[in-house]
């Protein structure tokens, strides 16, 4: 789909005029934005070294969980938005480490259900999972379920490429869990398609509904489930953003289309790298002109689903970096 980007570019070229008139007046239907997420991971121990200490040691979790409700409270004053997506492991230390001692600033809750009930349109807690270990998506949803959240449905990150490997297709049906008691979970929508080390990412921007492993970029007007492309998933940095904004401004988008980006940010790192949480900060402050003129929207990832579909009238885009 990059040779969308181009004829549309090509198109602008001829009929600038036009396409400028018709993003500063009012028009039939929705106008073009940049709805962008930060998204967090958290991951299990043998897979991933920051996250190991913060799932396993009581003294770093909470560190971590102090850093996690500080940077919640920082995109809030900021007006951003930001999908916390853990795996089982984090969950069951809240469940073992969240008690009475240390919930005093969470409003006596466990940091996910104070997350998830924070500000509903600003932070949505969802389920990430490798689906390994005995866990998959069912089972971390149910977790979740467990400590008072509620399933939003997002697939926080699932293997896209190679098609031999894709985890997704099945998704579309409902799953049921791994482990006991084997709860039953539909997905509502995909976001974070990913490769093995991140070598070779299907990368996009936009929502659509990937018609099958093959096809993952070409919409299925009758497929039901959705996928969010996180564009560059920028890791702790907003240059992928502020190009794609570029490419609105300039009008090298298709005019009335959503577009959509993620930014990641290290969850396990939040307490351990000081430079982590100014740079959340400097990325929301760095995008406040945006917000200002319109292009841009903070959106939760379910947020941006329901946009979709009730302000776009599903219609698929899928812009490729
Ligand atoms: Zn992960």
């Known amino acids: 789909m990059g040779r969308r980007l181009i004829t549309w570019a ?19 239907g929705p106008r073009a934005r940049v709805y962008a997420t930060l998204v967090s991971h958290n ?15 009581r003294e ?3 560190a971590n969980r102090a850093a996690v409700v500080d940077t919640a409270r920082l995109v809030l004053e900021r007006g951003g ?33 104070w997350l998830a009930e924070l500000a509903p349109d600003r932070i949505a807690v969802d389920a990430h999972s490798h689906e390994r270990s005995g866990w998959n998506y069912a089972d971390v949803a149910h977790a979740l379920a467990q400590l008072g959240v509620p399933p939003t449905g997002i697939v926080g990150g699932f293997t896209a490429s190679p098609v031999e490997l894709e985890s997704w297709t099945r998704l579309r049906a409902p799953l049921t869990g791994r482990r006991p008691p084997y709860p039953a979970w539909q997905a509502q929508a995909l976001w974070g398609g990913a490769s093995p080390g991140h070598r070779d990412d299907p990368r996009a921007s936009g929502v659509w509904r990937p018609r099958d492993a093959e096809h993952y970029f070409e919409d299925d007007p009758a497929s039901t489930l959705p996928n969010i492309g996180g564009w560059t998933a920028d890791v702790a940095s907003g240059d992928g953003l502020a190009t794609l904004l570029d490419l609105l401004r300039t009008n090298r988008l298709e ?10 940010i290290p969850q396990c ?14 990325i929301l402050d760095r995008f406040a002109p945006d917000v200002a003129t319109g292009d841009l929207v903070w959106a939760t990832l379910p947020s941006v689903l329901r ?9 698929p885009v899928v812009v490729r970096p």
């Open 10 to 28: 090509m198109l602008g070229a001829v009929a600038l005029p036009g396409v400028a008139g018709s993003r500063a007046t009012a028009q039939q």
């Open 43 to 57: 991951e299990e121990a043998i897979s991933n070294p920051p996250c190991a200490p913060v799932v396993t040691n």
């Open 60 to 62: 770093r979790y909470l």
């Open 81 to 113: 938005a930001w999908d916390f997506q853990s795996e089982w492991q984090y969950l069951q230390a809240v469940a073992s480490w969240d008690d009475a001692a240390v919930t005093g600033d969470t409003e006596g809750k466990n940091v996910v259900r």
């Open 255 to 264: 005019p009335g289309r959503m577009y959509t980006a993620t930014i990641m």
């Open 269 to 282: 790192n939040l307490d351990s790298d000081p430079a982590l949480q100014p740079a959340v900060a400097a």
């Open 307 to 315: 946009t979709w579909h009730e302000e776009y009238a599903q219609v």
